[in-house]
């Protein structure tokens, strides 16, 4: 029963930017939202998280809203090596049971 | 090589036998987590622990041991194996609660 809502899949062109929905509508005020990314049979890989600010790193932006009940993970330029289902998962910072969806699968086509 | 390693990679086995999964991280992360996948679905947790000798219960738990009796690895036990327990099983380590979590590669197990 995870908290979060996302599309089951998405696609993109390669080069454009991905932008990658969740909805989290029963977010607590203590709560994350926190990325990652599988890409095919491999472990998952963290991407971003945060609170309530956007955040950015080398890898994505992360944007949530200002009520939080959702966010959008950006890619700014996908490639094809991007092509992965992503999951977004809320969570209070310092609980260990990090609840997976089912998550978006994204592709990146040529 | 430094980082979060599982054995077997793949791995067979009957109905009722005893399978034990092993998993070693060389960051010296307090944190360890244990997850099944099954096919088409999102990672559930199985077990987790904080430290040496402290383990305690994810979401789905039933018919698994751990134990951690050294920091840097987390094996899991399936004590009589099932038909239910075919899945791909992802060890996970982290620094601390908050932070990300690493994971290995996956040992992807068959009961038949």
């Known amino acids: 029963d995870a908290k979060t809502t996302q599309p089951p899949s998405m696609d993109c062109a390669e080069g454009r930017a991905a932008n990658l929905p969740c909805n989290h509508s029963?977010?607590?005020?203590?709560?994350?939202v926190y990325w990652y990314r599988q890409i095919h049979s491999q472990g998952p890989q963290y991407i971003i998280h945060g609170l309530k600010n956007n955040e950015t790193n080398e890898m994505a932006s992360l944007i949530i809203t200002e009520d939080r009940k959702s966010s959008t993970l950006i890619l700014p330029h996908a490639t094809l090596r991007d092509t992965a289902v992503y999951y977004c998962?809320?969570?209070?910072?310092?609980?260990?049971?990090?609840?997976f969806g089912a998550g978006t699968r994204l592709t990146v086509k040529p | 090589d430094a980082g979060i390693t599982q054995s077997p990679r793949y791995k067979i086995t009957e109905t009722g036998r005893q399978v034990t999964l092993m998993c070693h991280q060389t960051w010296s992360h307090s944190y360890m987590f244990w997850y099944r996948q099954d096919l088409g679905h999102g990672l559930r947790l199985i077990y987790y622990?904080?430290?040496?000798?402290?383990?305690d219960k994810g979401e789905v738990p039933d018919g698994y041991v751990v134990s951690r009796s050294k920091t840097e690895n987390f094996p899991l036990t399936l004590e009589s194996a099932t038909r239910s327990q075919t899945s791909v099983y992802f060890c996970a380590s982290n620094v601390a609660s908050y932070n990300e979590q690493f994971f290995g590669p996956g040992t992807r197990l068959t009961v038949l």
């Open positions: 622990s904080a430290a040496a000798d402290i383990t």
């Open positions: 029963t977010i607590s005020g203590n709560e994350y």
């Open positions: 998962i809320v969570r209070v910072a310092n609980n260990n049971d990090m609840r």
